[in-house]
């Protein structure tokens, strides 16, 4: 694969991922305390709500997901920054990846044992396990180099200046396609928890399980066509 199309492939596959985190974000707003799981900053800012109104659930629930997700930053990038120099998408990544998936796999257990009405110990549990997800998959993406699919001012601010001075740069579609993933993201897994639990896990594992097939073509596909290149 050319670097060119391993390029459009990894926006592809970010976009999906983003798709992910609208989904995780929603259902934990919705049914888990309304805090976010990846949405760090508007986490301080209730932790900070918290301390203002004496409301030691919202300071439990805010702070249970930063640790969660500082938890999982932690395991992510131990996992990612083993990676080769020069890589478009590093094998380290859809390994970390993979443990991402590991994570949600637990959450979707853990959500259907409680029937999508988790009682206040489950609910933390559900929360951390988000947040600690979520971080893993920030840790991963960061390997590639300027991107995120979970925190996207920095992302929307640069598409509305470039906009502005019409000065498009590379990227600006992906990053206008991760701003809708994480809206339509949101949206269906939105619509999802609060009318259809039950399918919640199929709606936030299928775009991470898609990237993570896709990746690993990807590998087998370059990997196999090398010897050819070289005969």
Known sequence: MTRSRRGAARDGLLVLLTLTTGAVDASSFLHLGNVFSSVITGNLILLGVSAATASSSLAIHSGTALAGYSVGVLIG?????????????????????????????????????????????????????????????????????????????????????QVATRDP???????????????????????????????????IL???AVVVIASIT????????????NR
């Open 206 to 208: 299928t775009p991470l």
């Open 77 to 161: 990038a131990l996992i990612a920054t083993r990676r080769a120099s020069g890589e478009t998408w590093p094998l380290s990544v859809t390994v970390t990846l993979v443990a991402e998936f590991c994570v949600l796999a637990g959450f979707s257990v853990g959500w259907e044992l409680t029937g999508g009405s988790p009682g206040s110990t489950a609910e933390l549990l559900l929360i951390a396990t988000l947040a600690v997800a979520m971080g893993i998959q920030s840790a991963a993406v960061a390997e590639l180099g300027g991107m995120s699919t979970t925190y996207l001012t920095g992302t929307l601010t640069a598409v509305i200046t």
């Open 218 to 229: 990807f590998e087998m596909a370059d990997a196999h066509g090398g010897p050819r290149r």
């Open 169 to 203: 740069k590379p990227g600006l579609v992906r990053s206008v396609g991760v701003i809708v993933a994480i809206v339509s993201g949101a949206v269906g897994g939105g619509l999802v928890a609060e009318h259809a639990p039950t399918w919640l896990p199929a709606v």
